[in-house]
Nanobody
Framework: QVQLVESGGGLVQAGGSLRLSCTASGRTFTSDFMGWIRQGPGKEREFVAAVSWRGGMTYYADSVKGRFTISRDNAKNTVYLQMNSLKPEDTAVYYC????????????????WGQGTQVTVSS
């Protein structure tokens, strides 16, 4: 089992920044990728970004590329999502998730999920 706890959400004006954190505990060595997935109001879940635990390779959705940065601190078992130049369309509940395997885009294949943290961007 892997437990994930997110923090760092909140309310910010358009153009502002937030940093989300996700701390993992338990059998973290079984996970290959850590990802951030979001679900906006009335929308389906959407892949945002992912990072590989071992190699640190990063991947982003086109909608956030150049604005968001995912990183990890293996010593702290923590993954971060730095979000800059936020837009109202970034408003969503952001979930941290972990998975085995390499297909980081397949949201339904993530094995473990955090409880989610709300990000609201006002215009």
């Amino acid at each position: 089992q892997v437990q994930l706890v997110e923090s760092g959400g909140g309310l910010v004006q358009a153009g502002g920044s937030l940093r989300l954190s996700c701390t993992a505990s338990g059998r973290t060595f079984t996970s290959d990728f850590m990802g951030w997935i979001r679900q906006g109001p009335g929308k389906e879940r959407e892949f945002v970004a992912a990072v590989s635990w071992r190699g640190g390779m990063t991947y982003y959705a086109d909608s956030v590329k150049g604005r968001f940065t995912i990183s990890r601190d293996n010593a702290k078992n923590t993954v971060y999502l730095q979000m800059n130049s936020l837009k109202p369309e970034d408003t969503a509940v952001y979930y941290c998730a972990a998975r085995t395997g390499i297909d980081y885009l397949k949201i339904n294949d993530y094995n473990y999920w955090g409880q989610g943290t709300q990000v609201t961007v006002s215009s």
